[in-house]
């Protein structure tokens, strides 16, 4: 019997003398070839601020996750700091709606507030700040509308980039626009520099997709449409061409990491971008992805651990380097103990 053959230069075995399983046999082994394992450095904490102190507000859809005044969002970053994650992404939560979304650039705002909190208490702390107007505007659109009560795309930028440079001046470190307004990020990066915030850096949410999978957040952020949806700007889930598009579009504009959201309904779509840049590519595992986990787990359908690691290392297999996620603390414990 031939026990190999070599097909178009690559060396391929044939059983009996190829056997896979030799590498599956023990722990050890398996520890030794092991490829695509998520670090906790590569992980990021999203979490929602609201005003006030001592305040906490679990979030029903989101088992674990809290909105949190300033001075307890500091203590939970510290433990997950503690625990080595990458950073923080941090998200606003007010009452304070408007038309024009004038809250979202207040210098006292509910996430400047929080930025200088972190950045007084942790300053080794990475933090990355959701630059959005929805849960700012008091129509929960992303954008401003015009007359007609569509979203207006050029006059969205200066209040996005107003609001990205009132992030900076709080201390963030990094600024993630998440409208999906076209140019925004040519905007935001010359508005920093004019600011002098020249180190500042830009997380794109390039291919952001209109999903389904946003649900829980709403709830958690106050930031659901109170007309229509999102079509009109979040990208339509059957193009994955597209995205490379936006990515590519985004990297011209001066971004300095592009992201791919949601993520392990996308992985196909990471992988594209992972070809297409050299940039750090972070994934977003959102609020559905991560609270139908938690959901099954309840239920005892699913082991919570072992189901959210391997989505998570799913997510970088395909090809992420940043995976933002509602798990972070809890994957950074798990990967250490695992060891791998
Ligand atoms: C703001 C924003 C959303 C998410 C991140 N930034 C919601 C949306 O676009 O409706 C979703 C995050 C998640 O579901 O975890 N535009």
Redesign the pocket.
């Known amino acids: 019997m031939q026990a190999s053959t070599t097909q178009g230069g690559v060396f391929t075995g044939a059983f009996p003398a190829v056997r896979h399983r030799r590498l599956r046999r023990t722990e050890g082994m398996r520890r030794l070839v092991r490829q695509a394992v998520p670090r906790p450095a590569q992980l990021v904490l999203?979490m929602f601020a609201v005003e006030g102190s001592g305040v906490r507000q679990p979030v029903d859809a989101l088992p674990g996750v809290a909105r949190l005044s300033p001075d307890l969002l500091v203590e939970e970053a510290r433990a997950a700091h503690a625990q080595g994650i990458g950073g923080v992404l941090l998200f606003g939560v007010t009452d304070g709606k408007d038309a024009e979304a004038s809250s979202a650039h207040a210098p006292d705002g509910v996430v400047q507030q929080a930025v200088r909190a972190l950045e007084d208490a942790l300053p080794d702390l990475v933090v990355i700040t959701?630059v959005?107007l929805?849960a700012y505007t008091d129509h929960g659109h992303?954008g401003l509308l015009d007359d007609h009560g569509q979203v207006a795309n050029d006059p969205s930028l200066e209040v996005l980039a107003r609001t990205a440079v009132s992030h900076a001046d709080a201390g963030a470190d990094v600024v993630a626009p998440?409208?999906m307004m076209d140019g925004r990020v040519a905007a935001i990066r010359a508005a920093l520099d004019d600011a002098g915030h020249e180190d500042v850096a830009i997380m794109s949410y390039s291919a952001k997709y209109a999903s389904a999978?946003?649900g829980?957040?709403?709830e958690a952020a106050g930031?659901a449409p109170g007309h229509g949806d999102?079509r009109g700007y979040?990208m339509d889930p059957p193009n994955a061409r597209e995205a490379v598009r936006e990515v590519l579009a985004d990297e011209a504009e001066g971004a300095d990491m592009v992201m791919v959201k949601p993520a392990a309904t996308y992985l196909d779509v990471i992988r594209d971008v992972r070809q297409a840049t050299r940039l750090p590519v972070a994934a977003?595992h959102?609020?559905?992805e991560y609270s139908m986990v938690k959901a099954a787990a309840e239920r005892g359908w699913l082991d919570e651990r072992r189901a959210m690691l391997e989505t998570l290392t799913a997510i970088v297999r395909a090809g992420a380097d940043i995976v933002i996620t509602y798990a972070a603390v809890d994957a950074a414990r798990w990967i250490r103990e695992d060891d791998q």
Do not use: K, L
Request: hydrophobic letters at 15%.
């Open positions: 999203p959701d959005c929805c992303c998440s409208d999978f946003y829980p957040f709403r930031s999102r979040q977003y959102v609020s559905g």
